[in-house]
């Protein structure tokens, strides 16, 4: 059974950063995959990031395109979302996912979720 733990959540003024962490447990056979997705209230959730766990490939949201870095430490089985230069637009909950990834922004492509963590800016 994989479990997804995220941390990092927070309030931050616009421009200023986070650091989100998901700590993987169990195995991640099944999985090529870990990325991050969030979601506004009354909304469909959607990717920001996604990275392959072998190789290293990273893929992002257009609209976070050169202001967030995912990066995963593999020894400490946590992937990382690092956020900069923080928009009002980025307040949502941000869900840590693990699966296939074949097209890396649909949530259907992951079947683990994490349970969320707050991120919010003002």
């Known amino acids: 059974h994989v479990q997804l733990v995220e941390s990092g959540g927070g309030s931050v003024q616009a421009g200023g950063s986070l650091r989100l962490s998901c700590e993987v447990s169990g195995s991640l056979d099944g999985t090529n995959c870990i990325g991050w997705f969030r979601q506004y209230p009354g909304k469909e959730r959607e990717g920001v990031a996604a990275?392959?766990?072998?190789?290293?490939?990273?893929y992002y949201d257009d609209s976070v395109t050169g202001r967030f870095t995912i990066s995963q430490d593999n020894a400490k089985k946590t992937t990382y979302l690092q956020m900069n230069s923080l928009k009002p637009e980025d307040t949502a909950m941000y869900y840590c996912?693990?699966?296939?990834?074949?097209?890396?922004?649909?949530?259907?492509?992951?079947?683990?979720w994490g349970q969320g963590t707050q991120v919010t800016v003002s």
């Open positions: 996912v693990a699966g296939w990834g074949g097209k890396w922004y649909e949530p259907t492509e992951y079947k683990e």
């Open positions: 990275i392959v766990t072998l190789g290293g490939t990273t």
